[in-house]
């Protein structure tokens, strides 16, 4: 203790020295005190983050091993195409009854216990689904295992967006898109490393197997702190307080969040005690009536928003092409079992490398230009997968370049989706919504999520028999360049902006900028005021 305070002492003496040759304000000096901390902080963020998002895993893996799995399932139960796409898709619309109970569990037993509960229903699902003797036996574990990933996909990103700074919230608001896709790669391994098995239990074994990390995450998530902002909601003030301090970079970086936390819940400011009787209101009560009924300009945009980027990020066809890509290499031409599912890995393997060098550039770059150029890039990919594939289905022969164009074009597609698409879709909803209605409005926008790669999910063989397979990218490319001039006109920049900014930031639709220039001019009021000897 001795050694620190000296340490201190001569810090400070130091600090006044160059003060006094450079004539900078003594004010700063409050700076070089907190900058040590700040590794600290982050690290225990990040943490809870990664045990918070570990329940994207669970829909990683099952996207990932039922697009190996369901080739063995429909050879071993003699189930038809159309059986298989039900089989694939309808998880997607099971987990819209999780992700629509999700908001409302979050609101009353918590964002931690929600998780929790998330990783305990997937894991009776994966193991029904893993001891199943039939195909209705097997769909019933699907809806058991939908329910748990629409909890998990609605809650992980809501957590994590609640106990994240604004300095770094980007990199790890987009934790959930990173364990998806570490999911659908361990998802291809399984499928890979169990295709040897006998027939009857091959595919058995790739689906209970995902029950394992639910064990490790229902087990982990146990040692996390609870989100602030819900204990704020509770009017645990002291509860909260203690977790900001934890996970924000300084004491004035706390007091600040716990005050905007306070005035999103509408707690009086002057009320500082540990525990604070909160309104109804406060507590998640009559939030479908300002969400849905009578939304405020700012909140029908900010719903809007979320909607569309939910509803388009499916749409664009990413699922169809890692759900169903052993089929689209057999197309292209690749016969060998073997080889589609190595394939398939190096699918899952481009995914996860973008989407981790992804979470570095959010915060770094912001979420526009992202998201703008990885759309972009997608309609570039899905369009020449559109030709490769097409001049492959009109040629009787080998067309060894078309097939290396359609493999290119493959990876190229999930690589430009994992750096922008895939990841910012979950940072931006989850951090737009106001407090009082962030998991009635994540939920929302998960839901529409789900639906629409249930339905791309269900339709995807019958789509590609109907106008062929390259017409079906041809589709795809055309969604996907909708979605740009979407992105590009109603979606502003949020990066750096606390969660209680998103109000006035948002309710000008494609004048949204006039929004943000005013949000510009209040951050300069607010330097200038720092100084002159305010600290934030």
């Known amino acids: 203790m001795g050694q620190w305070l000296a340490l201190m002492i001569e810090m400070a003496a130091r600090t006044a020295e160059e003060n006094a040759v450079t004539g900078r304000s003594q004010n700063t000096s409050i700076e070089d005190f907190d900058h040590p901390k700040k590794p600290k902080t982050s690290k225990f963020a990040i943490a809870c983050a990664l045990l918070a998002c570990t329940t994207s895993i ?8 039922m697009s190996g799995a369901s080739l063995f399932i429909k050879e071993n139960l003699k189930i038809s195409d159309v059986q298989v796409e039900v089989l694939a898709g309808t998880l997607n619309i099971y987990s819209l009854l999780g992700s629509a109970l999700a908001g409302r569990t979050s609101d009353w037993i918590g964002r931690k216990y929600t998780i929790v509960l998330a990783g305990v229903i997937f894991l009776v699902g994966a193991l029904l689904m893993g001891f199943a003797t039939n195909y209705a036996f097997l769909m019933v574990g699907r809806f058991v295992a939908g329910v748990g990933v629409g909890y998990g996909m609605m809650i992980a990103p809501v957590y994590t967006a609640e106990i994240s700074p604004a300095s770094f919230r980007g990199f790890l608001t987009s934790f959930p898109e990173v364990f998806v896709n570490v999911g659908i790669l361990l998802g291809y391994i399984a499928n890979y490393a169990f295709a040897k098995l006998p027939l009857h239990l091959g595919w058995r074994f790739m689906l209970g197997v995902g029950g394992v990390p639910a064990i490790f995450l229902t087990i982990g998530v146990l040692f996390m702190p609870e989100s602030p902002r819900w204990l704020v909601m509770q009017g645990r003030l002291g509860d909260a307080r203690k977790v900001l301090q934890r996970t924000s970079e300084s004491k004035e970086e706390c007091q600040l969040r716990l005050d905007d936390i ?39 945009h900010i719903l809007i928003a979320a909607i569309g980027i939910h509803i388009l990020e499916q749409a664009s066809g990413i699922d169809t092409v890692v759900l169903y890509s052993p089929r689209i290499f057999d197309k292209a031409g690749i016969t060998s079992a073997n080889h589609k599912l190595l394939a398939t890995i190096a699918v899952g393997g481009t995914k996860t490398v973008f989407i981790l060098v992804a979470t570095f550039f959010l915060d770094k770059f912001g979420r526009r230009p992202l998201l703008l150029t990885s759309v972009g ?33 493959v990876y190229f597609n999930v690589a430009f989706f994992s750096i922008g698409l895939g990841p910012i879709t979950w940072v931006y909803s989850s951090e737009i919504f106001p407090l009082k209605l962030r998991a009635q409005g994540v939920s929302i926008g998960v839901a529409c999520n789900r639906v629409t790669s249930g339905i791309v999910s269900m339709t995807f063989i019958s789509l590609y028999k109907a106008i062929t397979i390259g017409g079906a990218f041809f589709l795809y490319a055309g969604i996907s360049a909708a979605a740009w001039v979407f992105f590009y006109t109603m979606l502003p920049e949020t990066q750096g902006r606390t969660l209680e900014d998103m109000e006035v930031l948002f ?30």
Not at 58 to 65: A, C, H, P, S
Not at 382 to 398: A, E, P, Q, W, Y
């Open 58 to 65: 669970l829909l990683g893996f099952d996207i990932g091993v």
């Open 262 to 300: 306070k005035e999103a819940a509408g707690i009086p400011p002057h009320l500082n005690d540990d525990i604070v009787q909160v309104t109804k209101r406060s507590r998640g009560e009559g939030v479908w009536k300002e969400l849905i009924l009578h939304p405020t300009p700012a909140v029908r």
């Open 377 to 409: 890039g997608m309609i570039f990919s899905l369009l020449f997968l559109g030709v490769g594939l097409t001049i492959v289905d009109h040629h009787k022969g080998s067309v060894p370049w078309a097939v290396g164009l359609c493999m290119a074009m």
């Open 507 to 536: 309710g000008k639709y494609h004048r949204w900028r006039k929004a943000n220039a005013m949000l510009k001019e209040r951050k300069q009021v607010d330097g200038d005021d720092n100084n002159n000897g305010q600290v934030r």
